[in-house]
């Protein structure tokens, strides 16, 4: 079963512009991470955040926690065609590795 | 290249034949997982070794799933008498232990069913 859910399913903006999408769980978790699928590369992991933080960036990304409401987002900022691909939340619940992934966000970028 | 590698990379089996898949860690690592993906959704887990012990296996793998990692080193996934449900994209990923870790995922192995 899933244990996260995005919103939206499917994302389609140009180049340059931001793109943000949402993640829901159910449970309580140690840390929760986001990837990144494309038929090229198969899934590269983007960034991880530790349940006791907020806030966490990596170059263009831009994530954030809200364990109380049991949501995080992802942000690229100034995006480029290269960002398409299907964006993943996966959350941990007990540092095991054990990740329970969404259905995934599927960003289209043009140029 | 030393990152996760995964043979074969295609299976085309018929129904009620077994099928053996091989992961190649990156060679540091403890942990390795297995994942199951079908179209159109995210990885579902399916088990996990910390060195050569395998210490969680998922409801999804039934008694028709066998994986090991002898040596603590590359492990397989077995899947015997199989079914078409079992069609899927069979990923597999390593981690450092004493996490939490970002996993690095092999290309994956897509089996087919006919």
């Known amino acids: 079963s899933q244990q996260g859910e995005e919103d939206p399913q499917a994302l389609s903006i140009q180049e340059g512009e931001n793109a943000t999408m949402n993640c829901s769980y159910k449970t309580s978790i140690n840390n929760l991470q986001w990837y990144r699928q494309n038929s090229g590369r198969g899934l590269v992991h983007l960034i991880l955040i530790r349940s006791n933080e907020r806030e966490k960036h990596s170059g263009r990304l831009r994530v954030t926690l809200d364990t109380s409401k049991k949501s995080s987002s992802l942000l690229i900022t100034a995006s480029r065609a290269a960002d398409t691909a299907s964006y993943f939340c996966?959350?941990?619940?007990?540092?095991?590795?054990?990740?329970?992934f969404g259905a995934g966000t599927q960003v289209v970028v043009t140029p | 290249d030393t990152g996760v590698s995964q043979n074969p990379r295609h299976k085309i089996t018929k129904r009620g034949q077994n099928v053996t898949f091989r992961c190649d860690p990156i060679s540091e690592h403890n942990r390795l997982y297995w994942y199951r993906q079908t179209l159109g959704q995210g990885p579902e887990f399916l088990t996990y070794?910390?060195?050569?012990?395998?210490?969680?296996k998922s409801r999804l793998l039934s008694d028709r799933f066998s994986a090991e990692r002898p040596k603590g080193s590359f492990s397989t996934l077995e899947i015997q008498r199989t079914e078409q449900g079992d069609s899927a994209m069979y990923l597999c990923?390593?981690?450092?232990?004493?996490?939490?870790?970002?996993?690095?995922f092999g290309p994956g192995t897509r089996l087919t069913v006919t």
């Open positions: 070794f910390q060195n050569e012990a395998q210490l969680e």
């Open positions: 990923a390593s981690s450092l232990m004493d996490g939490p870790y970002e996993q690095y």
């Open positions: 996966a959350t941990d619940a007990n540092s095991w590795g054990k990740l329970q």
